[in-house]
């Protein structure tokens, strides 16, 4: 059997509260007093789980009701906090926003019932005072089982935080604290979320000097002690989580682009293939000039090559290898950036035009405005090179770019809405498309992958 940790939710009752900065100052505080830590995100956001672990060495992962049902969601936490002292999971949005504005479907709420997690709300303070009472007591009566167990005062002064902490406990929960508005504390969304690893380094004395802020003016030793009162959990880890993610066949190489144009994976995803047998080789097609030797799978991954358009478009011999690749029959799953990548042409924000691999014949190009966003169940049309037909994988969708060739071999819903349109090119052993698919919704995509890849690896065996 294995059990589930300490862990404690902290959410809010709207974004922009302040719940990154706070989570982070908390992860971080938690680290300075040698407590090892696990943090986990609410919903699809890949960015929050990467910056925990490039910045805090925290390896983090994502907590989400679509993409999982319940029960799966309360055996991926247990499996992957058991070792750690102490889960710290981070809510998305308000705390009962789920699925379509209109429901706690995939809410930080539902979660936090999914893995019984004790919840301290972060209130944003600016501009309100005692009507931050009546929020709070909105938020703990809409549901029974609220699971809040307490508060913490964002963005407000000593003398406020004083006066309004008895009205709040009033209420019967408790005030854990607050934190002032501060140089420690002023983060931009940049920092907190769009990270590049040039600022890692800043970015570390940064939280430290957060952390040491929030050891004066918030209760980690009780937050600390709420953490305790969560219920063990408990599944049959050996039966039936051990036995499905093993491995079966043996270790294949398999390129995974990683550098700060190529930077967005679910770890959750890297995880199952690396349980399934792949040897993720990491590469820069930045700056590197060669694909890793022996490789015969090739993974690329969300980012921003447009941002990096000149000095990609001028490392040829990557570029040249990419489509070697691609012409070798090398499997290559490619999601958003890395779909913008393997377009004949890219364009910028400015509209400059720069070519890239010539995979995907066609140009990407910037809309100004947001093009899809959000949750995404994803079927295929036809039989693919990794599903079959009718086989459908979970997503999420984010991104500014367009294409001339967004391919046509599968059909995109929104969930819950009848919305759909058509996505993802798929021909001979090429996978790519805007969507962020999360693979652990349909094991068959990542298992007929490496299938291909391990087909790649036995003839060139052959070859020898």
Known sequence: MSQGNKRIMLAAPKSGSGKTMITCGLLQAFLLRGISCRSFKCGPDYIDPMFHKAVLGIDGGNLDTFFLDTESVRELFIRESHDTEIS???????????????????????????????????????????????????????????????????????????????????????????????????????????????????????????????????????????????????????????????????????????????????????????????????FSPLRDSHLPYGICGLILGGGYPELYLKQLSENQDMLGEIRDAAKNQIPILAECGGFLYLHEELESEEHEVCQMAGVIPGRAFPTGKLKRFGYIEAAAKEDMPFLKKGESVRGHEFHYWDSTNNGTQMEARKPGRNVKWDCVLAEDNVMAGFPHFYYPSNRCLPEKFLEACRQVMKQKRKNL
Request: charged share 30%; net charge negative; aromatic share 8%.
């Open 88 to 282: 710290v999971i981070e809510g998305v949005m308000g705390y009962y926003d789920g699925m379509g504005g209109d429901s706690t479907w995939a809410s930080s709420y539902e979660v936090a019932c999914a893995v019984e997690a004790p919840v301290v709300l972060i209130l944003d303070c600016r501009g309100a005072s005692l009507s931050l009472a009546a929020v709070l007591k909105g938020f703990l009566e809409y549901r029974k089982d609220c699971r809040i167990e307490g508060v913490i005062l964002n963005r407000i002064s000593s003398v406020m935080a004083e006066r309004l902490t008895p009205q709040i406990e009033a209420l019967g929960i408790r005030v854990y604290g607050y934190l002032p508005q501060c140089a420690e504390a002023d983060f931009s969304s940049r920092h907190l979320g769009l990270k590049i690893p040039g600022e890692v380094e800043g970015l570390k004395d940064k939280l430290k000097k957060l952390a040491y802020k929030m050891e004066e003016t918030v209760d980690i030793d009780g937050l600390f002690e709420l953490s305790e009162t969560a219920p063990l959990l408990t599944f049959e880890y050996e039966r039936n989580g051990k036995e499905k993610l093993t491995a079966s066949s043996e270790k294949v190489r398999v390129g995974i682009a990683v550098d700060e144009a190529f930077c967005f994976y679910y770890q959750e995803n890297r995880k199952l293939l690396e349980e399934m047998g792949a040897e993720l080789i990491p």
